[in-house]
Nanobody
Framework: QVRLAESGGGSVQAGGSLRLSCADS????????MGWFRQAPGKEREGVAA???????EYAEAVKGRFTISKDNASNTLYLQMNSLKPEDTAMYYC?????????????????WGQGTQVTVSS
């Protein structure tokens, strides 16, 4: 059974930083691509950043230059470093994985999902 567990969310003022982590206890073949997604109240879930086993990355335009996705294969952990946070970054953040490549920001191409971690940015 694949288990994805996010952590690192919290409340921060605009301009601050947070680092999200996602511990993945699943099989290696199921994490060919991994991504971070977010969903704000009343909005659809959207892709934030993704990375695949070939280290290709994708970023949403809204976070380019501010967020960085990375992974530690030794510990099976996915990270999202978020800098220069804005109030519009407020959302529940989810990590997801899938056994296919390439990296994509489309939620429909991910099979396994975590429970999410809340990020709140105040102005």
């Amino acid at each position: 059974q694949v288990r994805l567990a996010e952590s690192g969310g919290g409340s921060v003022q605009a301009g601050g930083s947070l680092r999200l982590s996602c511990a993945d206890s699943g099989y290696t073949y199921r994490r060919s691509r991994m991504g971070w997604f977010r969903q704000a109240p009343g909005k659809e879930r959207e892709g934030v950043a993704a990375i695949d086993s070939d280290e290709r990355t994708e970023y949403a335009e809204a976070v380019k230059g501010r967020f960085t996705i990375s992974k530690d294969n030794a510990s099976n952990t996915l990270y999202l470093q978020m800098n220069s946070l804005k109030p519009e970054d407020t959302a529940m953040y989810y990590c997801a994985s899938d056994g296919r490549i390439p990296a994509t920001l489309s939620p429909k191409w991910y099979t396994y999902w975590g429970q999410g971690t809340q990020v709140t940015v105040s102005s």
